[in-house]
Each structure stands twice: as C-alpha cells, then as structure tokens.
C-alpha cells in the first residue's frame, strides 16, 4: 500500500483495506495489504489500526461538515486537536442554543442542551496527550458527543430514570 513507507493514509487506502476484509496470507492478492496486517488474516482490528495513520488532505478543516473520520484524519495531521474542537462546539452551544428561535413576544430560546461536562475541555485534553504519545486508540479519541439526556450517565446530570408524575 501507498503508505507502507511513509505511514500517511488515504481515505483511498483505507477503502482498499476495506475491501480487502477477510483476506489471508493465503489470498491471491494478499500482498496490496500486507502491510496492514498484524496476524495473517485482515480484520477490523487491522481496519482501526490502519486508520490511526490517517492524514487530512482536503484542505482547510471545516468542523460544521466534518464527519468522524476528517476529525480524526485531521487532528492526525496536527491540523486541530481535540481541545480546539471541543471549544468550538462549546462556542457553538453558547452562540445558538440560548437565541430566540420562536418570532413571538416573549419567543423562547432553543435550549436544546441540557447541561455541557465541566470537565470538557480536560477530557479533550487528555485526548490529546494520548493521541500525541501513543496516536488514534480509537475512532472516537477526542471527539466530543452529545447524549439524550434520557440516556443516565454516571457523570452527568440527566432526566433518565426519573419518576414521572
């Protein structure tokens, strides 16, 4: 594959490990995706293993747009870390979730978000130093989510298994 040498993959050679699931030592063209490999058979794990080395090629970082994996592709590249995405999601609350959405007199605000993690920005934080000493762990490293607030959590306040009168 491309990046044998240089560790820099492609959404391409990504599709191509893809395509290749299943395949062993044993497949006739074994040797596109040897590289990938950690046991003689290709498996998801060797999928995730080869997406950490992903680098972000389409140009300027747009977050509003960006799937999980330009996420992770970019802040790869060193082109935005966690904290920074992190913050600009948490700008993005402040900045929508509180204005008037309803025309009325005394229109309502969206409120959509519950309560934000005061710990966020640590979180991301510690993403980052993990992502810097042992690269991507996993496809969620340092990407922020948002959760129902149905769904009870253990570190967040939320309306899961609350009575209802």
Known sequence: MAYASDRQVTEADLQVVADHLGAT???ADWAIVATADADGQLTITDLTG???WMIYDDG???LI???TIDKQAAMNAGVTTSVAITHAYLDCIDAYDHEVVDPAVGGRALNSIISVSDV???AAADADAVRASQGMTSMLLGVPIAVKDNYDTVDMPTTGSS???
């Open 25 to 27: 030592t044993a497949s």
């Open 50 to 52: 080869v997406s950490q």
């Open 60 to 62: 300027s970082f747009d």
């Open 65 to 67: 747009e960006a799937s």
């Open 120 to 122: 966020a920005i640590q």
């Open 163 to 165: 009575l209802s009168c």
